[in-house]
Each structure stands twice: as structure tokens, then as C-alpha cells.
């Protein structure tokens, strides 16, 4: 009997069959279409700062100063990434960023940094943030609050305590060594440029070619599913906003190396950016699919329109008015492509 | 059921087709529907019984063909014009707003209004009666539909239909939700629909039923019609499925080779409760043997399969494979020691339906391929390759999303996951569920070789003679306690019947 059960036809004979496999390599196309799209965008915005801005636009220097002014943002948007993936969102790394950059400053930082060397100073920032972020993670996942509070509740909590710590005053860096290490350039490009190039090699490796990766895919795609398969789906969740928090934190660094100061201010709304970053490079917010390579050509892009925008001495509110429109286009054409999933 | 004098048709649908980019989904379908009969739509997943009837339903637009209704051309061009027409579409996922009261979910859309007010006294005063009409007064038009079981929210999605005159109704396999009891309660339902002369269209994989309440059967296979307008009746059931399948296919359960009296325990389970589901549970399962747990849904069936696996914490009770106890609660340990779980609810429980096959099949291995935290891929997918030619997986293509896959070949990549894996004792909850009558049987003999090489398996199923021909031993679950355990072969289906029902009446 069960051999004429093996013998009988293919199911991928079946129209409907046929079908299916059909729109999942339109789904597939749609990925390179998508990131394709991406880059385009980019190239035509470069035009337009180019046929406006000219050689104040089209020069090596300009190209650095865009390249810094994604770097901190972007950092952080490798690690919304990963938390938007998952099926999360991290709305406090703005204010992570904030508090680091003011932890990492304080006097008795400071002073610590002129005994033992910046990495005192480094290590604080991150600290701070990798704290941040598996305090977020224990009470999402363990605590089994939702997301978007548990983090709003961070976002509060963390920009009260840097300004409490900072007294409301900026705190201007002063040791040599964390400056030589992080100011300046290597090679001709910012050193914080190379920051956000290492993290998003980094990034890239871990969400494609890792476990780490494949849990945050799977977590993302279908939580339970992921669980029945004897993945640590908390324990993973607390990992993920762990990583946020750290790029967070590695993001204070930067800015610190960039600004020369720490202040409780630093990285008001970036989370909205970081967001903003993701979800235009075509991670899903649902989660289940994640990439760094359109997470870094999104912050590119929004770094380059402030930019096209400055250099034409254009009114920030007409920038901002201009990236709501950058969002709703890139997801209604995210939407589009990746073709609507009947039952 | 057939008179001399068959009434007009209701509703004919003739040579449909409907091709979508590269594809023929319907391939010129017949279907002729009276009123008042329960007219069954068969055919084997994919065969295209849901495009079909997204094309009656308004969701889909015909290349071709013509559909009457009462012997006059109509179309439809979207859902509400389907409503207009009398046809009113139960989806399997039924589509009713858990946060709405009962007379809410049923006038949505159309709402009873005065100059924007809603009637709400009238539309409670209608749904009372609609309710009546469908033989559930009990349920209160204020009731909110969340707190209702899946029949109590067949129910609304039905009195929906009246409420909009329908005289067609559509039911795309409305038992799959439900357990024996409240299928008898739908069934009854649907006659007193059909003696008022409402027409249904039952889709349904499980010839059983059809043979209860169905009148004639339209079969469909690859998207023609290749039986028509067929008395139920009359028709034996092989018949049915050589028309599905387009070959001779009996409902064949592996032979039982019998387990060695020396064959080790593998899964010892000893007074495992869970609150307020079940209590004192104790059962073994030795190496090679099949085990199946029978009782209604809500006896606690699923519940227990869960709690030895860990996806539930149990309230007492220990749980232990070859003599190891493990840790109460953990899935990760459980998977670790060796046991695995196919669950009931494959598409929401058991797959990452946007990733591709490999990586399913792969979801419990593939950090133990890595190396040091860096996926193997290559060999993932040799891994998973493997399996697929093993188990017949069609297509064999384990790069294509899962999503593409049938039912039956979801869950061969199910059982696959934990060929893979390699484990000791394997729980499969419901295995053939939505799983198509000719790769049923391919199923009942996979998990007949996994037992032949050792494993332990333990299966849980409501269809009771899946239960009786495939199991070594059956365990008889009722009220969340075991009421009988002996030989699969010494027990018959109205014997386990009996004890379920007698259970639940005590």
C-alpha cells in the first residue's frame, strides 16, 4: 500500500502549487528589488544635492561629513535591527545615548580615564548601555511587558538620570588619550566612520551567519514555533535588547568623540530615527526578516536629505516634513513589492 | 435524500476558470448547488476547493465561466456583492471581532441605524431571533464574542449569514475547530438551515462527516471537476478517493509489529497534573512502541502531550526519559534530552512559515551543527536534504519557503526537524490534521518506521480510529484522567466513545 503512496504525483504539480512557488520567488526578487530601490533612492537624492549644491555638495569632505553624521545613528540602527526582527522595538536608545555620553563624562570618570586611559571611559559608556538594554530585555521578556512600554518607561527613566547625574550641565571631555583614540581620522576617513563600518560588519555577520542570528530571525518569525524548538525564546529576547542597549552605549562613545562633551540631551528622538532607519531599509516591523545592509543604506539616506538640506540652507521643518514623506513612501513601496500574503 | 423531482437549481457555477500569473488554479469547475441540500465540495489540498470559492465569495475574479443564480447571470466583482446575491462565505479562520458583543459581530458592516444611531435594541431583538432560528437561544445577544468556543463563534458567523438573507452558504471545513460534541451541534444546525431551504457548500477533508449530512458531492482535483453532482449515498467511498486522488488509495494503518516485552521504557511519566486541566496522569512508553492518547478536545489531551514536553508547568508529577527526570517547565530541556514535539497547531506552533524549508527542518539542530556560534549551512542543508528525500518530501526543493508546502508535506518537515534532531521519544499531537486523505497514509507509515527504529511515540488525535489503528496501546482520556489503558487491538471505536462520553456526562 504505502507504495503506491510514494508513487503518487508530486504536489508541486497542483496549480495552486505551482503558484506558491511562483510568488515565493517573487518574494525573493522582491528583497533585490527592495534593496535595489534603496540604493537608487540614494543615488537620486546625490543628484539632486549635486545639480543644487554643486562642488559644496560633490566633494570629499562633504562625503565625510555625511558619513559622520549617519555614523552614530547607524550604530544604532544595526541594533534596532535586530530588536525590530524579533518583532520588538527599542524606543529608549535615544536617551541610552544620552545617559552614556553623561556617565562617561562625569568628574570621577574622568579622572579614573587620566589614571587608567580612555578605556575607562569607553567601558563606562558601555556599560551603561548593555545595562540599559538587559533591563529593557528582563522586563520584556521575563516581566512579560509589552515593548513599547517597557522601553518608553527607559526612554523616561534614562534621560531623568543623566540629567540628575549631569545636573543639567554639559560636561566638556577632557583627557587626551580618549580624544587622540577617537578624534580625527584614520586613513583619511572620521575614526567614527570606522566605528560604524566595524559594527556594521559585525552586525551583518551575527543577524546572517550566527546562531545568534537565526534565533532572532526564528524568534521573530513565529515565537511559539521557535519555543516548541526548544529555542530560549526569553532568554534570547534579553540578548537582543542587550545588543541594543550596547549599541546604544557604543553610540555614546561616538558622539562623545564627535561633540567633545557629554550632555543630557544628546540623542533626543534618535530612536525615531533609528527607527525610521530600519524600517526604510526594509526590515520588517511584524519581525521575522532583518536586514543590515538596508539598515545602513536607510541611515545613509536620511543622513544625506539633512544634508542636501543644510547645504541649500533649506528650514529643518521643511527636512522633516520631507523625511515623513521619505517613510511612508519607502513602506507603501515595501508593501508593493513584497506582494500581499493571501491565507 | 433524492426526490423524483429535483428542485430548480439555486446556484450553478459552470467551467470556471481562473489562471493567475503562470498558473491554471481552477481549470474549468461545474458545480450546481439546489436549495436545500448540503452539497459537498471534495478534493485533495491544492486541488483548488479555496480558490474556487474566494470566486463565490467575491475575492477572486473568474477568467472564465459563468456563475447563475436561479438560472440568471450574475456577477461578482467583490465581497458585498456575493452578500447581495444571497452567498455568504464561513472561512476557516472565522472572521468574527472578539471584542464585539454577539448582535455586534452579526450586524458589522450593515449596521440597524437611524440617522447614524445604531438600533441597538432592535438589532438584540433580531439576534435573539436568529439565534433561536439556529438552535442556540442560550447565547445572549449581549455576550462578548471572545468569551465563546469555536462553535459558539460558528454559530454568530452563521447567524451573520442570515442575518443578511443568505441562501447559499459557504463552510470551508467548519469541523476542524471542533470537537465530536459540538460537531453533532453543527450538524444539527446545518439540517435545520437545509429544511428551511438554505443551501450549503461543505468543504471538508474527512469523508466521515460528509457521509452524515452531505446529500450529493462535486469532487475537484487539480481545478476540474471530476465527479459531479455524485449521491452521497450511493457513492463508495474508494470511489471518492480514486476521484481525488486519481488512483486507488486505501485508508491503510502500517502493520503493528508488536514490541518486544525487553524493550527499555523510554518516557516514564508518573502523576503528572496540571492545575485545573488534568490530575494524577501516569503513563510509559517503551522504545518502539506507539502510544496514542484518545478523548474529546478539553479533555486534556493536547494539555498533557505539552506539559511533558515542558511547554507547560506542571503542578506535580514527574516526567522522565530513560530514568533521567527532567526539568519541569523547560522545552530546552526536554528538546536537549531527546524528546520532540509536533504540535497540533502546525502553522502557528510549529513553523517559521517565511524561511525556507531547511531552516524549519533545521530549527532545533542548528546550533548544534555550528561551530562555536557560526551556522554550518551546507551542513543544514545536507542535513535536511537528506530527510527530504527520505520522507518523500515533494518537492524535494528545500530551499523554497515553507509556506508552499501542503499540509502533508509541513508536517513530513515537521517530523523531519526531529529525524534530524535524532530524539528518543517523539510526541505528535494530531499528525493528520489538514493533512489530505492521500498522504494520510505516507504519515500513519513514517511514524510506523521512526517506532520500528526506536523510538518511543506517543499521539494524540480526535479522530479516534487514527488513534485505534496506528497505536501499539491507547489510552483513554476523559476529564483530564485516565479511564482505560490496554492494547489498541483489544478496543473498538464505540467502546472508547462510550467511555469518553460517560466521562463527561459524570
Not at chain 1, 521573530?220 to 530560549?232: C, F, K
Not at chain 2, 492518547?293 to 493536547?302: E, F, H, I, T
Amino acid at each position: 500500500m504505502s507504495e503506491q503512496q510514494t508513487s503518487s504525483r508530486p504536489a508541486a504539480d497542483t496549480p495552486k502549487a505551482r503558484a506558491d512557488h511562483r510568488r515565493g520567488h517573487s518574494i525573493f526578487s522582491g528583497a533585490v528589488g527592495r534593496n535595489l530601490g534603496l540604493v537608487a533612492a540614494l543615488l537620486l537624492l546625490c543628484l539632486v544635492g549635486f545639480l543644487t549644491g554643486g562642488d559644496r555638495f560633490a566633494s570629499l569632505t562633504n562625503l565625510m561629513i555625511i558619513l559622520s553624521l549617519a555614523s552614530a545613528i547607524g550604530v544604532l540602527s544595526i541594533g534596532m535591527t535586530f530588536v525590530i526582527t524579533t518583532g520588538g522595538i527599542d524606543l529608549s536608545v535615544g536617551s541610552v545615548v544620552g545617559l552614556s555620553t553623561v556617565w562617561a563624562s562625569t568628574l570621577a570618570t574622568q579622572n579614573l580615564a587620566d589614571q587608567y586611559g580612555w578605556i575607562v571611559m569607553v567601558g563606562c559608556a558601555l556599560l551603561v548601555g548593555l545595562a540599559a538594554g538587559l533591563v529593557n530585555g528582563v522586563v520584556i521578556a521575563y516581566g512579560n511587558v509589552v515593548a513599547f512600554i517597557a522601553t518608553l518607561a527607559m526612554l523616561v527613566a534614562a534621560r531623568g538620570l543623566a540629567e540628575l547625574i549631569a545636573n543639567r550641565r554639559t560636561q566638556i571631555v577632557d583627557v587626551p588619550s580618549f580624544d587622540n583614540t577617537f578624534q580625527g581620522n584614520l586613513v583619511g576617513v572620521p575614526k567614527i566612520v570606522w566605528i560604524f563600518v566595524l559594527v556594521a560588519v559585525v552586525g551583518w555577520f551575527l543577524l546572517n551567519r550566527t546562531t545568534f542570528g537565526r534565533r532572532t530571525v526564528a524568534v521573530g518569525g513565529n515565537p511559539e514555533a521557535a519555543r516548541l524548538a526548544g529555542i530560549n525564546v526569553k532568554r534570547h529576547l534579553v540578548y537582543v535588547y542587550g545588543l541594543s542597549g550596547l549599541a546604544a552605549g557604543i553610540a555614546g562613545v561616538m558622539m562623545l568623540a564627535r561633540t567633545g562633551a557629554g550632555s543630557s540631551t544628546t540623542g533626543m528622538l534618535w530612536e525615531l530615527e533609528a527607527i525610521a532607519a530600519v524600517v526604510v531599509g526594509g526590515t520588517l516591523l511584524a519581525g521575522g526578516r532583518g536586514t543590515i545592509v538596508g539598515t545602513v543604506i536607510g541611515a545613509l539616506i536620511f543622513a544625506t536629505l539633512s544634508n542636501v538640506f543644510i547645504i541649500n540652507n533649506l528650514d529643518s521643518s521643511v527636512q522633516a516634513i520631507a523625511k515623513g514623506a521619505i517613510i511612508v513612501g519607502a513602506v507603501l513601496l515595501q508593501q508593493r513589492i513584497s506582494a500581499p500574503r493571501s491565507s | 435524500m433524492v426526490t423524483e423531482d429535483p428542485p430548480a437549481l439555486l446556484l450553478q457555477m459552470q467551467g470556471i476558470v481562473k489562471t493567475f500569473p503562470g498558473a491554471r488554479a481552477l481549470d474549468g469547475v461545474d458545480l450546481d448547488v439546489r436549495p436545500g441540500e448540503v452539497h459537498c465540495l471534495l478534493g485533495q489540498n491544492g486541488a483548488g476547493k479555496s480558490t474556487l470559492i474566494k470566486v463565490l465569495a467575491g475575492a477572486h475574479q473568474p477568467t472564465e465561466g459563468t456563475i447563475l443564480m436561479d438560472g440568471e447571470k450574475i456577477e461578482i466583482p467583490h465581497p458585498v456583492a456575493a452578500l447581495e446575491h444571497g452567498v455568504a462565505t464561513m472561512y476557516q479562520e472565522l472572521d468574527v471581532v472578539d471584542g464585539l458583543t454577539v448582535a455586534e459581530n452579526i450586524y458589522l458592516g450593515h449596521e440597524l441605524a437611524s440617522v447614524g444611531f445604531t438600533q441597538r435594541r432592535e438589532a438584540t431583538r433580531r439576534t435573539r431571533k436568529l439565534m433561536e432560528r439556529l438552535g442556540h437561544p442560550e447565547i445572549s445577544p449581549h455576550r462578548e464574542v471572545g468569551t465563546l468556543s469555536a462553535a459558539g463563534k460558528q454559530v454568530v458567523s452563521m447567524a451573520r449569514a442570515l442575518s443578511r438573507d443568505a441562501r447559499v452558504i459557504v463552510m470551508d471545513e467548519p469541523s476542524a475547530v471542533l470537537d465530536s460534541g459540538e460537531v453533532d451541534n453543527l450538524f444539527r444546525v446545518v439540517e435545520e438551515l437545509v429544511e428551511q431551504g438554505i443551501a450549503i457548500v461543505y468543504i471538508s477533508h474527512r469523508l466521515e462527516e460528509i457521509r452524515r449530512i452531505g446529500h450529493r458531492i462535486t469532487v475537484i482535483k487539480d481545478g476540474r471537476t471530476v465527479g459531479r453532482n455524485l449521491d452521497v449515498a450511493s457513492t463508495p467511498t474508494d470511489e471518492l478517493i480514486k476521484l481525488m486522488t486519481g488512483k486507488d488509495v486505501e485508508y491503510a494503518f502500517p502493520e503493528r509489529p508488536g514490541v518486544p516485552d525487553d524493550a527499555p521504557v523510554r518516557l516514564e511519566v508518573a502523576d503528572l497534573s496540571l492545575a485545573g486541566v488534568f490530575s494524577g496522569v501516569s503513563l510509559s512508553v517503551r522504545a518502539g512502541e506507539i502510544v496514542g492518547l484518545a478523548g474529546l478536545v478539553g479533555s486534556g489531551r493536547s494539555e498533557i502531550l505539552e506539559t511533558i514536553y515542558g511547554a507547560r508547568r506542571a503542578a506535580g508529577g514527574t516526567v522522565a526519559l530513560d530514568g533521567r527526570r527532567l526539568r519541569n517547565g523547560s522545552v530546552t530541556a526536554a528538546v536537549g534530552a531527546g524528546i520532540g514535539l509536533a504540535p497540533e497547531e502546525r502553522k502557528s506552533q510549529g513553523l517559521v512559515l517565511d524561511e525556507p524549508v531547511y531552516r524549519n527542518i533545521t530549527l532545533s539542530t542548528f546550533a548544534r551543527t555550528a561551530r562555536a556560534g557560526w551556522l554550518d549551512e551546507r551542513a543544514e542543508r545536507d542535513a535536511a536534504k537528506e530527510q527530504a528525500v527520505a520522507l518523500d518530501l515533494r518537492p524535494p526543493d528545500v530551499d523554497r519557503s515553507i509556506r508552499t508546502l501542503s499540509g502533508g508535506n509541513q508536517q513530513k518537515a515537521m517530523l523531519a526537524r526531529w529525524l534530524v534532531h535524532g530524539c528518543e521519544v517523539l510526541l505528535l499531537d494530531e499528525p493528520t490534521r489538514g493533512v489530505d486523505v492521500g498522504a494520510r497514509s505516507e504519515i500513519y507509515a513514517l511514524v510506523r518506521r521512526l517506532a520500528d527504529a526506536g523510538t518511543a511515540v506517543l499521539v494524540v488525535s480526535s479522530e479516534i480510529p487514527e488513534v485505534l489503528g496506528l497505536a501499539d496501546r491507547v489510552l483513554v482520556i476523559s476529564e483530564g484522567e485516565v479511564v482505560h489503558a490496554g492494547p489498541a487491538d483489544s478496543i473498538d471505536e464505540h467502546q472508547v466513545l462510550d467511555m469518553v462520553m460517560e466521562g463527561s456526562a459524570a
